[in-house]
């Protein structure tokens, strides 16, 4: 046996996407970190030894300009590239990946902390040290820092430290939630392992082992539809162990047992019932580490509820945004003899705020994924993925600042939140609402102006028809006054068109909230016509428009041959058009029944009547990093037959850059997923810019100071090593990944 000390910054113990996104965030930030996992991969229940979907915020692709950016979002848009199949193994290695890039993160794979050094007394106690053991070396390692992160979902860190937290469903009385019981319990959600099948091209057979459970004894093939080509994630609800009686972690090798006798009864039942097609099917991979969903909660400063969820409430202290339904499960799981999941989503992104992120008790210990202070209502929202990932690396930065500052995260909270809202948006992390304005960037104090800008939305490439059998809507920013629209349809017969526009609420929120004005034109019988509707409107602040047209059985649209930057369209479903995982949730919610799926990247073709300055260049320093209340972002004019297009930066007096960072365009209305539920028709964001130059102007000329091809990323972060001194610098775009406009969503200049 060897023992050892490592010394760190910053701790964090668990290397699921919370841990790895945490560690990632303190690492960049400077700060020594020691990220410590106890299984041989990393990525938690993301990982191929679990396979669960990373999903987040835009919730299968119900909510809208939803996807996180930040850690995830790097990881999410690289995967699409690296691994357009979505296979699990090629996810761990961007994970990986991703970790190894950072020089001031120490990994230590396979090792298990199971003891604390804490002391102090209950209301105010000090972790001076973790313990763990690393399985196939022999190494017992003590990892002392400063700070602590508790990103092991289970939460077994901040107990052994004597953490306050609680298992199990609050009662109604205590935060006055709808959903929650009368009486408080120890129900959670239960775990669960998947499987993978494959066609072997020949006949295969399955003689089931004598543990796999008969399923027809049970309601399981009444009550849940399954198909022979199955995967992972479609079978999520293979799930165990949630009822009061079963503990989700003293009890887990128990659950693992059931669910593997489950897991082959049902293979048994696919392949030798004669129900279903599966003679040449075998079985490529059965899990064998349950995945969990729910166990400890820490107490922090703050409990997140389902109220402010579906309220949307702003927190002082917003560091990162979830979206997912409320999503909670029957107790008895896949026995539950009546389907009675339940999912609620809100109108929009809510805030999730830091003080949901530290322990009321432990001075010095942090947390991040499924265990944080949060109502069990609420942690139905906050438990998927990208959101864990989001909070990782709100918790990493502000680790990193306590480290920094010789301070505990709640005076993080008291005295910096505004330094750490800023420096995590530095970073392009995933906050709504607040703008990028710390003084560090010399960008914010340059006149910006450009080549060209647009400045009227024309969404008029028609490749396709839709029937107007329900009414449908689109949304595009108004920055200035709005006229109307032309929208271009079909009509079969003489008839009224009746078209309505309402204001959007939030300026997170893309759903009709207040009518404003409308108008009913007569059309006559003919095809292909571009009608126009009247709609002034003149609204104080730039927002959203949503408009509607009122179904129609005479009229027929055209959607547009391509996805255009500002605009998004929606028909008004009269079910809810969603997928098999999400079956429980109904139409009553706006976000769901005006729905953007079926539409996918083919938006209804119009135009606006007016201009709009929502595209103008100064949206490169106007701080806000995604969609909010408008794109945010400067769109050129169509970059016809190879035009380049710039933007360029400009102050008062030379400036001597040492960093450049550019924010482009990825869309964050597409919905990811790391394995590829759904798979996009493209592996670069087309709207994202390909080859540019950054110049400078020195000398009366502009001089390259950087070029580069063959762009698929987001954020992009330039080191200026050459003595520069200048007063203008520019950004050419020479072209993009697809789309007619150069997008850039950001400039700064340190
Ligand atoms: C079957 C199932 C389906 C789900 N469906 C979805 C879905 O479709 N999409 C989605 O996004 N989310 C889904 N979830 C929820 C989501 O997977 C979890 O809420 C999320 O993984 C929590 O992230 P985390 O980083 O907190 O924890 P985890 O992903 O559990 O990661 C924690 C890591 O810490 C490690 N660890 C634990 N204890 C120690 C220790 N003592 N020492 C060192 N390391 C330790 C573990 O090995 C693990 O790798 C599902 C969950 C399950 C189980």
Same mark, same amino acid.
């Given at each position: 046996?060897?023992?050892?000390?490592?010394?760190?910054?910053?701790?964090?113990?668990?290397?699921?996407?919370?841990?790895?996104?945490?560690?990632?965030?303190?690492?960049?930030?400077?700060?020594?970190?020691?990220?410590?996992?106890?299984?041989?991969?990393?990525?938690?229940?993301?990982?191929?030894?679990?396979?669960?979907?990373?999903?987040?915020?835009?919730?299968?692709?119900?909510?809208?300009?939803?996807?996180?950016? *930040?850690?995830?979002?790097?990881?999410?848009?690289?995967?699409?590239?690296?691994?357009?199949? !979505?296979? /699990?193994?090629?996810?761990?290695?961007?994970?990986?990946?991703?970790?190894?890039?950072?020089?001031?993160?120490?990994?230590?794979?396979?090792?298990?902390?199971?003891?604390?050094?804490?002391? !102090?007394?209950?209301?105010?106690?000090?972790?001076?040290?973790?313990?763990?053991?690393?399985?196939?070396?022999?190494?017992?390692?003590?990892?002392?820092?400063?700070?602590?992160?508790?990103?092991?979902?289970?939460?077994?860190?901040?107990?052994?430290?004597?953490?306050?937290?609680?298992?199990?469903?609050?009662?109604?009385?205590?935060?006055?939630?709808?959903?929650?019981?009368?009486?408080?319990?120890?129900?959670?959600?239960?775990?669960?392992?998947?499987?993978?099948?494959?066609?072997?091209?020949?006949?295969?057979?399955?003689?089931?082992?004598?543990?796999?459970?008969?399923?027809? #004894?049970?309601?399981? /093939?009444?009550?849940?539809?399954?198909?022979?080509?199955?995967?992972?994630?479609?079978?999520?609800?293979?799930?165990?162990?949630?009822?009061?009686?079963?503990?989700?972690?003293?009890?887990?090798?128990?659950?693992?047992?059931?669910?593997?006798?489950?897991?082959?009864?049902?293979?048994?039942?696919?392949?030798?019932?004669?129900?279903?097609?599966?003679?040449?099917?075998?079985?490529?991979?059965?899990?064998?580490?349950?995945?969990?969903?729910?166990?400890?909660?820490?107490?922090?400063?703050?409990?997140?509820?389902?109220?402010?969820?579906?309220?949307?409430?702003?927190?002082?202290?917003?560091?990162?945004?979830?979206?997912?339904?409320?999503?909670?499960?029957?107790?008895?799981?896949?026995?539950?003899?009546?389907?009675?999941?339940?999912?609620?989503?809100?109108?929009?992104?809510?805030?999730?705020?830091?003080?949901?992120?530290?322990?009321?008790?432990?001075?010095?210990?942090?947390?991040?994924?499924?265990?944080?202070?949060?109502?069990?209502?609420?942690?139905?929202?906050?438990?998927?993925?990208?959101?864990?990932?989001?909070?990782?690396?709100?918790?990493?930065?502000?680790?990193?600042?306590?480290?920094?500052?010789?301070?505990?995260?709640?005076?993080?909270?008291?005295?910096?939140?505004?330094?750490?809202?800023?420096?995590?948006?530095?970073?392009?992390?995933?906050?709504?609402?607040?703008?990028?304005?710390?003084?560090?960037?010399?960008?914010?104090?340059?006149?910006?102006?450009?080549?060209?800008?647009? #400045?009227?939305?024309?969404?008029?490439?028609?490749?396709?028809?839709?029937?107007?059998?329900?009414?449908?809507?689109?949304?595009?920013?108004?920055?200035?006054?709005?006229?109307?629209?032309?929208?271009?349809?079909?009509?079969?017969?003489?008839?009224?068109?009746?078209?309505?526009?309402?204001?959007?609420?939030?300026?997170?929120?893309?759903?009709?909230?207040?009518?404003?004005?409308?108008?009913?034109?007569?059309?006559?019988?003919?095809?292909?016509?571009?009608?126009?509707?009247?709609?002034?409107?003149?609204?104080?602040?730039?927002?959203?428009?949503?408009?509607?047209?009122?179904?129609?059985?005479?009229?027929?649209?055209?959607?547009?041959?391509?996805?255009?930057? !500002?605009?998004?369209?929606?028909?008004?479903?009269?079910?809810?058009?969603?997928?098999?995982?999400?079956?429980?949730?109904?139409?009553?919610?706006?976000?769901?029944?005006?729905? #953007?799926?079926?539409? #996918?990247?083919?938006?209804?073709?119009?135009?606006?009547?007016?201009?709009?300055?929502?595209?103008?260049?100064?949206?490169?320093?106007?701080?806000?990093?995604?969609?909010? *209340?408008?794109?945010?972002?400067?769109?050129?004019?169509?970059?016809?037959?190879?035009?380049?297009?710039?933007?360029?930066?400009?102050?008062?007096?030379?400036?001597?850059?040492?960093?450049?960072?550019?924010?482009?365009?990825?869309?964050?209305?597409?919905?990811?997923?790391?394995?590829?539920?759904?798979?996009?028709?493209?592996?670069?964001?087309?709207?994202?810019?390909?080859?540019?130059?950054?110049?400078?102007?020195?000398?009366?000329?502009?001089?390259?100071?950087?070029?580069?091809?063959?762009?698929?990323?987001?954020?992009?972060?330039?080191?200026?090593?050459?003595?520069?001194?200048?007063?203008?610098?520019?950004?050419?775009?020479?072209?993009?990944?697809?789309?007619?406009?150069?997008?850039?969503?950001?400039?700064?200049?340190?």
């Amino acid at each position: 046996m060897k023992y050892e000390t490592v010394r760190s910054d910053v701790t964090v113990i668990g290397g699921g996407l919370a841990g790895v996104s945490a560690a990632i965030s303190a690492a960049r930030m400077g700060k020594k970190v020691a990220l410590v996992q106890n299984r041989p991969v990393l990525g938690g229940n993301s990982s191929s030894e679990i396979r669960v979907w990373v999903l987040g915020a835009t919730g299968l692709g119900v909510n809208r300009y939803a996807r996180e950016t *930040g850690i995830i979002g790097e990881m999410l848009v690289e995967n699409q590239f690296l691994n357009p199949d !979505g296979n /699990p193994y090629y996810w761990d290695l961007v994970v990986l990946e991703r970790v190894r890039k950072e020089p001031n993160i120490q990994l230590f794979l396979n090792t298990n902390v199971y003891e604390v050094e804490a002391d !102090g007394d209950e209301n105010s106690r000090r972790i001076h040290a973790a313990k763990g053991f690393m399985m196939g070396s022999e190494r017992m390692i003590r990892f002392e820092s400063p700070m602590f992160l508790d990103c092991t979902g289970d939460g077994l860190v901040g107990f052994l430290a004597g953490a306050k937290y609680r298992i199990g469903r609050e009662a109604k009385h205590e935060f006055n939630e709808e959903w929650a019981p009368e009486e408080s319990d120890n129900v959670t959600l239960g775990s669960t392992m998947f499987f993978y099948t494959k066609d072997a091209g020949h006949p295969v057979k399955f003689i089931a082992p004598s543990f796999a459970k008969d399923i027809t #004894k049970t309601a399981i /093939p009444m009550k849940r539809v399954f198909k022979a080509g199955d995967n992972g994630c479609y079978y999520w609800w293979i799930e165990w162990g949630g009822e009061a009686h079963i503990d989700t972690i003293h009890d887990n090798e128990m659950i693992r047992d059931e669910l593997w006798s489950v897991i082959y009864g049902i293979w048994d039942y696919i392949k030798n019932s004669g129900k279903f097609d599966a003679e040449t099917m075998t079985l490529e991979w059965v899990g064998s580490v349950p995945g969990k969903r729910e166990h400890r909660r820490f107490i922090g400063d703050y409990i997140l509820t389902q109220n402010d969820l579906i309220n949307q409430k702003q927190f002082e202290d917003n560091i990162a945004f979830g979206g997912w339904s409320m999503d909670l499960h029957p107790p008895e799981g896949m026995y539950a003899s009546e389907y009675v999941s339940k999912l609620y989503c809100p109108d929009g992104n809510y805030q999730i705020p830091f003080r949901s992120l530290y322990s009321k008790n432990v001075e010095n210990l942090m947390f991040a994924g499924r265990n944080i202070s949060a109502t069990h209502v609420a942690f139905g929202s906050t438990r998927v993925m990208a959101t864990c990932s989001v909070m990782g690396e709100a918790a990493g930065a502000g680790a990193a600042l306590c480290v920094e500052k010789g301070i505990t995260p709640r005076e993080v909270y008291q005295r910096h939140i505004k330094e750490l809202q800023q420096t995590l948006l530095w970073y392009d992390a995933s906050i709504i609402g607040i703008p990028y304005n710390d003084k560090k960037d010399l960008a914010l104090n340059a006149k910006v102006k450009a080549s060209s800008q647009l #400045k009227r939305i024309k969404v008029e490439d028609p490749i396709k028809t839709y029937e107007n059998s329900t009414d449908i809507a689109f949304i595009f920013p108004v920055e200035g006054k709005v006229d109307g629209v032309e929208i271009l349809l079909d009509a079969k017969e003489d008839t009224i068109v009746e078209v309505e526009l309402w204001d959007t609420g939030k300026p997170e929120n893309y759903i009709p909230h207040k009518f404003k004005v409308k108008d009913s034109v007569s059309v006559k019988k003919g095809e292909k016509q571009w009608v126009t509707f009247n709609l002034p409107w003149n609204p104080a602040q730039p927002q959203n428009a949503f408009v509607i047209v009122r179904e129609n059985e005479n009229i027929t649209f055209y959607q547009n041959e391509h996805q255009v930057t !500002g605009t998004l369209s929606f028909i008004r479903e009269k079910k809810a058009n969603i997928s098999r995982l999400l079956e429980a949730i109904n139409n009553d919610q706006l976000v769901v029944q005006w729905s #953007k799926k079926p539409l #996918k990247r083919n938006p209804f073709c119009f135009r606006m009547l007016s201009d709009t300055d929502a595209f103008s260049p100064d949206k490169v320093t106007d701080g806000y990093l995604r969609p909010y *209340g408008g794109p945010h972002m400067w769109l050129s004019e169509n970059m016809e037959e190879g035009r380049e297009e710039w933007i360029e930066l400009e102050w008062d007096q030379s400036i001597k850059p040492s960093e450049i960072h550019l924010v482009f365009n990825d869309d964050v209305n597409e919905d990811l997923n790391n394995l590829h539920h759904i798979k996009t028709p493209f592996e670069v964001f087309p709207e994202l810019v390909k080859d540019y130059r950054i110049e400078a102007y020195l000398d009366n000329e502009w001089k390259v100071l950087v070029e580069e091809k063959d762009n698929r990323k987001r954020r992009r972060v330039h080191n200026i090593v050459e003595d520069v001194k200048t007063n203008k610098i520019r950004l050419v775009v020479e072209s993009t990944n697809g789309s007619k406009y150069a997008e850039v969503i950001a400039i700064r200049v340190k």
